[in-house]
């Protein structure tokens, strides 16, 4: 691959999320059973936390109304979905934060990632930073295929099962 700066990383993040999302929009249509149009209309008048509460609750029910499945997999189905849940936390902190450009010690560039948070419970606001090299983006890269291709593999399940 061609030198490969943070800001590219950032950009791979968001697409890779972004597919991510939408895998998870396919699966509410198949889950759903019936008009995918409406199914894609509800689905988009949702926030993502909650398209996954509804994914995990279809996928259950799913589940249960058949003979052919395996019962067990919701387990796996709903760990899926915390998982899901988290990496739909980290892109919100990479798309609301600030960033800068930064050279480390050894003259390397990546960025500087700002991101203020109101603690309520204390009473504060967090102020919080992370400096970013190309590879710092490589675990959480990592994460969203692994998530992704566990995803793929539910659906195909689903499909298998109908």
Known sequence: MPHTTAYHQLGRFIVAFQHLEAAVNDLLELLSGGDCEATRILANDLEYGKRLNTADVLFARFV?????????????????????????????????SRYQPWIDVHGNAGLLRMNSKLRGKTGQREELEEELQPDAFDADLDRLARAAARLEEFRLKVIDWL
């Open 64 to 96: 249960d109304i058949r003979v052919n499945t395996d019962a067990a997999s919701k387990i796996g189905f709903h760990k899926l979905m915390v998982e899901l849940r988290e990496l739909g936390e980290r892109r919100n902190d990479m798309v609301h």
